[in-house]
């Protein structure tokens, strides 16, 4: 059964800072990996998809990695901002499957 | 595009009673959707996937007559929750299939804060 699991928990990081958030998947075998973004009492936004066969993907301030054999996933947050603000999910999609979540990650960035 | 609409988005009811959450894919048709549960502090946990005009498929260990899930049209799917007792109270969130968009079709609406009392 795939297990996601995320650390830190919670962050907080004063603004301007880099940061990584980590994801660790139990099952290598994925169809792909995705990071989305929550804000307190509200949906899932995506943020960054990055399929099996890739090995990172870049969109604006963040960078996501995958390194699949290995069963873990880096979120990567540069130059933080007090927006970034949110709790960010990593969620693995097996193949025919659903996606599985992890617990998140709360990022706090302090003004 | 690809926008998810759900409703309520907050919604406090007495035990015993029942509550309707409605999810509606605005701007695309979705045959599939999911439902999600959320507890405090803990990873999304898929319910059920609604298929539009056929029966719900429940993930094991949720109660299909607890939970009621109609898709019965091409852009709405609801879940209602049965005589809700306060162990129900949770974040419900659904998602949408959009196949147009291939593997990022994946669109959720912005979740239902239900408390029951």
């Known amino acids: 059964k795939q297990e996601v699991t995320q650390i830190p928990a919670a962050l907080s990081v004063p603004e301007g800072e880099n940061l990584v958030l980590n994801c660790s998947f139990t099952d290598s075998a994925i169809y792909n990996l995705q990071w989305f973004r929550q804000d307190p009492g509200k949906g899932l936004t995506s943020l960054l998809l990055?399929?099996?066969?890739?090995r990172e993907q870049t969109s604006g301030r963040l960078n996501a990695s995958l390194d699949k054999s290995s069963g873990r996933s880096t979120l990567y947050i540069a130059a933080s901002q007090p927006g970034d603000s949110a709790t960010y999910l990593c969620?693995?999609?097996?193949?025919?499957?659903?996606?599985?979540f992890g617990p998140g990650t709360r990022l706090s960035v302090l003004p | 595009g690809a926008v998810v609409s759900q409703h309520p988005s907050r919604v406090i009811c007495k035990s015993g009673t029942s509550v309707k959450i409605e999810c509606r894919s605005l701007d695309f048709q979705a045959t599939t959707m999911f439902w999600y549960r959320q507890f405090p502090k803990k990873s999304l946990m898929l319910m059920a996937t609604?298929?539009?005009?056929?029966?719900?498929?429940?993930e094991q260990g949720v109660e299909k007559d607890k939970f009621l899930i109609n898709h019965a049209s091409l852009t709405l799917s609801t879940l209602t929750v049965t005589s809700a007792h306060p162990e129900d109270s949770s974040f419900y969130i659904c998602?949408?299939?959009?196949?147009?968009?291939?593997?990022?079709?994946?669109?959720f609406g912005s979740g239902t804060r239900l408390t029951v009392v």
């Open positions: 990055i399929q099996s066969s890739q």
């Open positions: 969620a693995v999609r097996p193949p025919g499957q659903n996606f599985v």
């Open positions: 998602s949408a299939r959009n196949t147009d968009r291939g593997v990022y079709g994946y669109t």
């Open positions: 609604s298929n539009e005009g056929s029966k719900a498929t429940y």
